[in-house]
């Protein structure tokens, strides 16, 4: 049971390039989350997926893209890296109401 | 709207002492509250949450927070602070779709925690 997994943990891209960050959950639940974590301002929502086939805006969509593949797997992409989108991101999963379990973050930073 | 607020941006007390992290909310009804703990270089880990009932929720590693409805507070406090409890800490509220299908939290922009020898 490895809980919530995310690849990669740390990624350097240049502005312009695209990439897709993966995260996988073995719990069954429902619901998925994508956060960004930046110095001084807590954690931010991005997307979430309260369901397989659904995903919603969060607090800060610009930029960003998601795919609920499957019930396990929650991706998130950035077709155009800017500076901007340096941070540290996590996904996150739960079953309804119920606590939140986090993955170890992917760290990226973008040139 | 929502909203969370943790005072102090960082907190220093000696090993052995008392702790007590400050968090605030803003909320038009009852809240779902939670604290996390994030050690450095790893993900969040959930310390507490309060939903309903006793306003003094006991947590992990010796955790404990009280919810104070009319001062909008949920502080953490731990009697006795050990030299593994330095990380930042996160207060967060239900966001207001939380419920039912959603699980979504509005975070605080968090407290660092150091703990002197």
């Known amino acids: 049971n490895a809980g919530v997994t995310q690849t990669p943990k740390f990624q350097v891209l240049k502005t312009g390039q695209s990439m897709t960050l993966q995260c996988a959950q073995d719990m069954n639940h429902n619901s998925m989350y994508w956060y960004r974590q930046d110095p001084g301002m807590g954690l931010r929502l991005i997307y979430y997926s309260a369901s397989e086939g659904t995903t919603d805006k969060g607090e800060v969509p610009n930029g960003y893209n998601v795919s609920r593949l499957n019930k396990r797997e929650f991706s998130l992409r950035l077709e155009s890296a800017a500076p901007s989108q340096t941070s540290v991101y996590f996904c996150?999963?739960?079953?309804?109401?119920?606590?939140?379990?986090f993955g170890p973050g992917t760290r990226l930073t973008v040139l | 709207a929502q909203s969370v607020t943790q005072p102090d941006i960082h907190i220093t007390v000696s090993e052995g002492a008392s702790l007590e992290l400050r968090c605030n909310y803003s909320?038009?009804?009852?809240?779902?509250l939670f604290w996390y703990v994030q050690s450095p270089g790893q993900g969040l880990q959930l310390l507490l949450k309060?939903?309903?009932?006793?306003?003094l929720v006991q947590g992990i590693k010796g955790f404990e927070a009280e919810f104070k409805r009319s001062q909008s507070s949920f502080n953490l406090r731990k009697p006795s602070v050990h030299w593994s409890d330095a990380a930042e800490y996160f207060c967060a509220v239900g966001a207001p779709n939380y419920g039912g299908s959603q699980g979504n939290l509005i975070f605080g922009k968090g407290t660092k925690l150091s703990v002197k020898p």
């Open positions: 909320y038009g009804a009852t809240p779902y």
């Open positions: 996150a999963s739960s079953e309804a109401r119920d606590l939140q379990f």
């Open positions: 309060y939903f309903s009932g006793d306003t």
